[in-house]
């Protein structure tokens, strides 16, 4: 490309190019260290939304800004003013895009750190609306962008419905995440912190996309499930569990006495109900006859669902079970097998001494037995 303009203009380009550029760069430490000032310690809350913007306004835009500067002070043909006019507008509402964009995720992110823990059904609405704003955000965007190119924005929208249709067949397993996402956001089976079991998976949710839900697993690691094939599965949810009901079994030995066994449901009812109101009895029972043991059953409810308060509940029981059976001298049973023989058969007679064996001497070894 030829460029027709003297030395002096171009120096002058240049000069005005740097003048702007540092300007601007100086524009926004300045913002940048002001806005950190007044928004330190929480104070002014609102201005770190502005403070945002300034740090989402990176030096590509600054560099074209300061150039689309120094261009316009040059004496440019009617094609290069054009050309001058729509670079205006690609970078101007690029940056604005950018703008928002950093807006909605701060915003987002700021609110999703709030209701995480009050109000975990709204937290995963949230991540699922901040990502539809922003795909509303830029679809606008591009459509202004377009409409002041000079671009037919009625065709166009025509046309991107008319083979929407071919796209839509394209991509339909992504679109069938989209549509589960949507599914979970107004249903909610589960919510962002709910721990749940999916299939032999389980974890807890962090979080909720258009395409994917991500858990944390116990183990640490972190599981993903594609929308669609997660709604096929039945999930349980154990995060809205109002009580968690409890069956546990333990045996006796078949020695122990008539009386003893006859005590055990009450005192293992005793010892539940010691717990107050941290659990609730249902029934203790003999239950049957095992290989090696007298088989107990015992049903109670924990009224906490977390898992650690009825891991704490069980092993008060199974202590204070223990201390009370040693007390009674009451033994658990292990497996053990008793053989009894009814009677033992007679000997068989020994066999008739050899005639050669009973001339030896007594004592002697059964070497010296030989056969010619």
């Not at 689309?68 to 604005?96: E, F, M, N, Y």
């Not at 046309?159 to 067949?169: F, P, R």
């Not at 107004?186 to 996309?209: A, C, N, Q, R």
């Amino acid at each position: 490309m030829k460029f027709d303009y003297s030395s002096y203009e171009m120096t002058v380009a240049a000069t005005i190019f740097g003048v702007v550029l540092a300007a601007l760069l100086v524009l926004k430490l300045v913002a940048a260290r002001q806005l950190a000032r007044l928004t330190a310690g929480g104070r002014m809350h609102f201005l770190s939304y502005v403070r945002e913007v300034v740090d989402a306004t990176r030096m590509p835009f600054l560099l074209a800004l300061s150039l689309l500067v120094a261009i316009s002070q040059l004496d440019l043909a009617a094609g290069r003013q054009k050309w001058l006019q729509a670079a205006w507008i690609v970078i101007l509402l690029t940056q604005v895009g950018l703008w928002g964009a950093r807006i909605i995720s701060v915003a987002s992110a700021s609110a999703f750190e709030r209701q995480r823990i009050h109000n975990p059904s709204a937290a995963t609405h949230l991540m699922l609306g901040a990502l539809v704003a922003r795909i509303v955000l830029w679809s606008i965007t591009v459509l202004i962008m377009l409409d002041n190119l000079g671009f037919n924005i009625t065709t166009l929208m025509a046309s991107l419905g008319i083979g929407g249709i071919a796209v839509a067949l394209a991509v339909q397993n992504i679109l069938g995440d989209v549509f589960s996402s949507v599914s979970i956001a107004l249903d909610k089976p589960f919510v962002i912190g709910d721990f749940i079991v999916v299939d032999s998976y389980m974890g807890t949710v962090e979080y909720v996309g258009m395409k994917t839900t991500r858990l944390r697993s116990l183990g640490g690691e972190q599981i993903i499930f594609s929308n669609t094939e997660l709604l096929k599965n039945r999930i349980r949810n154990y995060k809205r569990m109002q009580e968690r009901r409890v069956l546990f079994e333990f045996g006796i030995a078949y020695e122990t006495a008539l009386d003893d066994v006859e005590q055990v449901p009450e005192m293992v009812k005793a010892i539940i109900e010691a717990q107050q109101a941290a659990v609730r009895f249902d029934r203790a029972h003999f239950k049957g006859y095992g290989d090696s043991a007298l088989l107990f059953e015992v049903v109670y409810f924990v009224l906490d669902p977390d898992f650690n308060k009825y891991m704490d509940s069980q092993q008060t029981i199974n202590l204070a079970l223990l201390r009370r059976f040693r007390e009674k001298n009451i033994g658990f049973a292990y497996p053990t097998t008793t053989l009894y023989i009814a009677g033992m058969p007679a000997p068989a007679p020994a066999a008739a001494p050899d005639a050669a064996a009973a001339l030896l001497p007594a004592g002697a070894p059964a070497t010296y037995l030989k056969k010619d």
